[in-house]
Each structure stands twice: as structure tokens, then as C-alpha cells.
């Protein structure tokens, strides 16, 4: 994933007066999580080595007890309510 500029700078040299007049401190070039990685407070944000965040996000799963039914539509939306809309029977069917 690509990082905003407010932590990576640009395409200046890393650490130059002239970076650091356009784009502030580049955090990442000084070996620092970005701000809003290190700044969240619940801590969904990930930075760092891809192994190493795989890890976390594996851990996590785990540890919730639940496997690829913790992300989806019923998370995020609640399982649909009885007595909705009824689907439509195919044609040529009889009920």
C-alpha cells in the first residue's frame, strides 16, 4: 500500500533541508511507523514488515475464535431480519 506524503516526504533526498521545506519530517526514511499508524487508538492500522503484520492479523483471528466469518456483509451489517422481502420463485416452478 502506498503511504500518503505527510510521513514519506518526496522526491527530494531523504533528510534534506529542501524535503523537509516542502513536505515537514519524513518518518519513514528516519525508521519510524507513520504518525497515524502509531497515533491509532484501535490500532487497525498496520505498519511495518508484511510477515510481521500478517502475524498480528493471524493472532487476531485467532484469538476472536472465528476464522473468514469475522469479515463480511453479516459483520458489518447484521444478519437480515425474518419476514423481509421474499425472493422471486424461478418461472416455471409451482408453489
Excluded at 475464535?65 to 444478519?79: D, H, I, P
Aim: net charge positive; glycine share 16%; proline share 5%.
Amino acid at each position: 500500500m502506498d503511504k500518503c506524503t505527510f510521513c514519506a516526504g518526496g522526491p527530494e533526498a531523504n533528510g534534506s533541508e529542501a524535503e523537509f521545506e516542502k513536505y515537514g519530517r519524513n518518518r519513514l526514511s528516519e525508521g519510524k511507523l507513520p504518525a497515524c499508524a502509531e497515533m491509532c487508538s484501535t490500532k487497525a492500522l498496520l505498519g511495518g514488515d508484511g510477515d510481521v503484520v500478517a502475524d498480528i492479523f493471524r493472532n487476531r483471528v485467532l484469538v476472536r475464535g472465528k476464522g473468514s466469518e469475522v469479515w463480511g456483509w453479516g459483520t458489518a451489517y447484521g444478519k437480515p431480519a425474518t419476514g423481509g422481502p421474499q425472493q422471486a420463485k424461478p418461472e416455471g416452478k409451482k408453489s
